[in-house]
Nanobody, 125 residues
Framework: QVQLVESGGGLVQAGGSLRLSCAAS????????MAWFRQAPGKEREFVAG????????HSADSAKGRFTISRDNAKNTVYLQMNSLKPEDTAVYYC??????????????????WGQGTQVTVSS
Protein backbone atom coordinates (compact mmCIF):
# COMPACT_ATOMS: atom_id res chain seq x y z
CA GLN A 1 0.00 0.00 0.00
CA VAL A 2 1.11 3.55 -0.75
CA GLN A 3 0.27 6.74 1.09
CA LEU A 4 0.54 9.98 -0.83
CA VAL A 5 0.88 13.44 0.70
CA GLU A 6 0.73 16.56 -1.45
CA SER A 7 2.20 19.94 -0.55
CA GLY A 8 3.10 23.23 -2.17
CA GLY A 9 -0.31 24.65 -2.95
CA GLY A 10 -1.30 28.19 -2.13
CA LEU A 11 -2.48 31.54 -3.42
CA VAL A 12 -0.64 33.07 -6.38
CA GLN A 13 -1.33 35.86 -8.83
CA ALA A 14 -2.00 35.15 -12.48
CA GLY A 15 1.27 34.66 -14.33
CA GLY A 16 3.00 33.31 -11.26
CA SER A 17 4.44 29.89 -10.51
CA LEU A 18 4.06 27.12 -7.97
CA ARG A 19 5.73 23.76 -7.50
CA LEU A 20 3.65 20.98 -6.04
CA SER A 21 5.22 17.96 -4.39
CA CYS A 22 3.77 14.56 -3.63
CA ALA A 23 5.67 12.40 -1.17
CA ALA A 24 4.97 8.68 -1.17
CA SER A 25 5.47 6.18 1.60
CA UNK A 26 6.84 2.71 1.07
CA UNK A 27 9.75 1.18 -0.78
CA UNK A 28 8.00 0.49 -4.07
CA UNK A 29 7.49 4.04 -5.34
CA UNK A 30 9.47 3.35 -8.51
CA UNK A 31 7.01 0.63 -9.48
CA UNK A 32 4.11 3.09 -9.76
CA UNK A 33 3.16 5.28 -12.64
CA MET A 34 2.28 8.67 -11.20
CA ALA A 35 -0.06 11.45 -12.22
CA TRP A 36 -1.53 14.76 -11.17
CA PHE A 37 -5.24 15.50 -11.39
CA ARG A 38 -7.22 18.54 -10.39
CA GLN A 39 -10.80 19.28 -9.45
CA ALA A 40 -12.45 22.67 -9.47
CA PRO A 41 -15.71 23.33 -7.59
CA GLY A 42 -18.66 21.85 -9.42
CA LYS A 43 -16.48 20.10 -11.98
CA GLU A 44 -15.23 16.57 -12.48
CA ARG A 45 -11.72 15.55 -11.58
CA GLU A 46 -9.50 16.03 -14.62
CA PHE A 47 -6.09 14.71 -15.63
CA VAL A 48 -3.24 17.21 -15.68
CA ALA A 49 -0.02 15.25 -16.28
CA GLY A 50 1.44 11.77 -15.88
CA UNK A 51 4.88 10.18 -15.72
CA UNK A 52 6.07 6.63 -16.22
CA UNK A 53 7.85 4.55 -13.59
CA UNK A 54 11.36 5.50 -14.63
CA UNK A 55 10.47 9.09 -15.47
CA UNK A 56 11.56 8.58 -19.06
CA UNK A 57 8.16 9.49 -20.51
CA UNK A 58 5.54 12.05 -19.58
CA HIS A 59 2.09 12.92 -20.84
CA SER A 60 0.20 16.17 -20.34
CA ALA A 61 -3.30 17.42 -20.93
CA ASP A 62 -3.65 20.15 -23.52
CA SER A 63 -4.39 22.66 -20.76
CA ALA A 64 -1.00 21.93 -19.18
CA LYS A 65 1.24 21.69 -22.21
CA GLY A 66 3.89 24.37 -22.35
CA ARG A 67 3.14 25.56 -18.81
CA PHE A 68 3.26 22.58 -16.45
CA THR A 69 6.05 20.02 -16.06
CA ILE A 70 5.80 16.73 -14.20
CA SER A 71 8.92 15.05 -12.85
CA ARG A 72 9.86 12.47 -10.26
CA ASP A 73 12.76 11.57 -8.01
CA ASN A 74 12.57 7.87 -7.22
CA ALA A 75 15.38 8.17 -4.66
CA LYS A 76 13.22 10.62 -2.72
CA ASN A 77 9.88 8.87 -3.38
CA THR A 78 8.53 12.16 -4.67
CA VAL A 79 6.72 13.40 -7.76
CA TYR A 80 6.56 17.09 -8.64
CA LEU A 81 4.41 19.39 -10.71
CA GLN A 82 6.05 22.64 -11.74
CA MET A 83 3.35 25.10 -12.77
CA ASN A 84 4.26 28.29 -14.61
CA SER A 85 2.20 31.05 -16.20
CA LEU A 86 -0.70 30.21 -13.94
CA LYS A 87 -4.19 31.35 -14.90
CA PRO A 88 -7.32 31.86 -12.79
CA GLU A 89 -8.83 28.81 -14.50
CA ASP A 90 -6.07 26.68 -12.96
CA THR A 91 -7.71 27.21 -9.57
CA ALA A 92 -8.56 23.78 -8.16
CA VAL A 93 -7.63 21.15 -5.64
CA TYR A 94 -4.68 19.23 -7.07
CA TYR A 95 -4.31 15.53 -6.35
CA CYS A 96 -1.50 13.10 -7.03
CA UNK A 97 -2.32 9.53 -7.94
CA UNK A 98 -0.41 6.28 -8.22
CA UNK A 99 -1.13 3.46 -10.63
CA UNK A 100 0.30 0.02 -9.87
CA UNK A 101 -0.51 -1.65 -13.17
CA UNK A 102 -0.13 -0.47 -16.73
CA UNK A 103 -2.00 2.72 -17.43
CA UNK A 104 -4.23 2.30 -20.46
CA UNK A 105 -5.62 5.80 -20.30
CA UNK A 106 -3.83 8.47 -18.30
CA UNK A 107 -7.07 10.44 -18.24
CA UNK A 108 -9.22 7.93 -16.38
CA UNK A 109 -9.22 8.24 -12.57
CA UNK A 110 -10.28 4.60 -12.28
CA UNK A 111 -6.85 3.57 -13.62
CA UNK A 112 -5.18 4.70 -10.41
CA UNK A 113 -4.98 2.77 -7.18
CA UNK A 114 -3.97 5.39 -4.62
CA TRP A 115 -4.74 9.07 -4.14
CA GLY A 116 -3.48 11.85 -1.95
CA GLN A 117 -5.71 14.17 0.06
CA GLY A 118 -5.18 17.10 -2.29
CA THR A 119 -3.67 20.57 -2.06
CA GLN A 120 -5.51 23.79 -2.92
CA VAL A 121 -4.17 26.03 -5.66
CA THR A 122 -5.83 29.44 -6.04
CA VAL A 123 -4.85 31.81 -8.83
CA SER A 124 -6.07 35.38 -8.52
CA SER A 125 -6.63 37.63 -11.50
Amino acid sequence: QVQLVESGGGLVQAGGSLRLSCAASGRTFSTYQMAWFRQAPGKEREFVAGITRSGASTHSADSAKGRFTISRDNAKNTVYLQMNSLKPEDTAVYYCAAGASGIISWYAPAQYDYWGQGTQVTVSS
